[in-house]
């Protein structure tokens, strides 16, 4: 036995089985030509599924509306070419015994923080807002919220036909799903609006109705979520367990599967007042209270947070005890990986066979290629 055996132990979710718990988290990498991806993204994401992690979800990968990206770089999941590309991905993932979800994506309001590149189209968000008091492009119509369901549910489908295993739907970090969560971005006074987290979810769970019509019962739908935003790393959607019930519940119900719960860094207590400082995390509390399987993420393997790794910050290797435990506790059941594998496809791997001596830190040098 091996302390990290508990890493590897099988999932199920609906109809996809996870030989181990090790998840690749999705990681924009800005390298599609022409919205597509190319042979290089098959190659680099093959060799994570020839390293052994469990499931790999790609970078986020955005819907059909004229303004869903921010940056030229990333991917489309619409329109023939971007697709064939797409199927190119999950068919090397596959040859590399791999199971591989697209990352869902619509960047709403938010800038990317690479580019300065602008959409030919006008910027859409909830209410017009990019952060709080911030303005940037317009608010949504009806029309537009209701194409933006249907363009998302479209894309899942696309997902499952090219063979997909699951799709994520990227609701965290402050771009579109989560600009309406947060009601400093979310100012509607329509049904797609309040005062309170449960009616400013209703957008998201739309999506997720949709998403669920349009796939079947059986597919597997995971949904990212954070409480920190890249406009604010402080803020809060639910700073009490039964604001985070009203937030993650009316989801888990329109058809989420797994709850994807971003932290920066997975050790972090959620609500310490009422578990103490060494109590569940968000992954944690998602799961106890929704009943709902839940992915961690956040710093695992490495000594430094990841949003040092855009202005170019590396960070050293960190120990993985504390993961071991929570995860013998079963505190969430599957835990995400970032920037320890893309330095090295084979970090899951090496893990597995306990050879903690050979990890390597995170060097930011390596977002330079798709390697
Ligand atoms: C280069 C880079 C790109 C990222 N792009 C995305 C993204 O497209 N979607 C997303 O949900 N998170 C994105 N993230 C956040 C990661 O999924 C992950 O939550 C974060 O890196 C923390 O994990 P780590 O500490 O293991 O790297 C990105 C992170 C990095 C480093």
Redesign the pocket.
């Known amino acids: 036995m091996r302390a990290t055996d508990v890493l590897f132990r099988p999932f199920r979710i609906g109809t996809m089985t996870l030989p181990n718990r090790i998840v690749m ?5 800005s390298f599609a030509v022409d919205g597509s991806p190319v042979a290089a993204h098959a190659d680099y994401y093959r060799r994570r599924a020839e390293g052994g992690v469990g499931l790999i ?1 790609s ?2 990968t955005v819907i059909d509306r004229p303004a869903s990206r921010n940056d030229p770089g990333v991917p489309f999941f619409h329109g023939d070419a971007a697709l064939a590309g797409w199927k190119g991905v999950i068919d090397a993932v596959h040859a590399g015994g791999g199971k591989m979800g697209p ?1 869902l ?1 619509h960047t709403g309001a938010l800038k990317s923080f690479q580019t300065e590149w602008v959409p030919d189209a006008p910027v859409e968000s909830p209410s017009g807002l990019e952060a709080p008091g911030s303005e940037r492009g317009r608010a949504m119509s009806d029309a537009d919220i209701a194409d933006t369901i249907a363009a998302f549910a479209r894309a899942a489908s696309e997902a499952q036909h090219l063979g997909f295993d699951t799709i ?1 739907l ?1 609701g ?2 402050g771009y579109l799903l989560d600009q309406f969560f947060w009601a400093a971005t979310n100012r509607r006074t329509d049904r797609y609006g309040g005062a309170s987290i449960g009616q400013r979810t209703r957008f998201a769970a739309e999506v997720v109705a949709a998403i669920r019509a349009s796939v079947g019962p059986d597919f597997p739908i995971i949904l ?1 979520v954070s409480q920190w935003k890249v406009q604010d790393f402080t803020t809060r959607l639910a700073d009490t367990p039964d604001r985070m019930a009203d937030w993650l519940l009316p989801l888990v119900e329109a058809g989420v599967d797994v709850l994807h719960c ?1 932290q ?2 997975f050790w972090q207590p959620e609500f310490p007042d009422i578990d103490g400082e060494h109590g569940l995390n968000f992954a944690g509390w998602a799961k106890k209270l929704t009943g709902a399987a839940t992915i961690s ?6 000594a430094e ?2 949003m040092g ?2 202005g170019g910050e590396s960070s050293t290797t960190a120990r993985l005890d504390n993961l071991i435990e929570r995860m013998e506790r079963d505190e969430f059941d599957l835990i ?7 330095g090295d496809p084979a970090w899951t791997e090496k893990v597995r066979m306990g050879n903690s001596s050979a990890l390597k830190g ?1 060097d930011a040098a390596a ?1 330079a290629q798709l390697e």
């Open positions: 988290a999705p990681m924009t990498r979800l970078e986020g990352q994506w994520e990227h965290a970090h990212r971003s920066r860094r993420v956040g710093s695992v393997g490495l947070d990841f790794a855009f995400a990986v970032g920037r320890a594998l893309i995170f977002l």
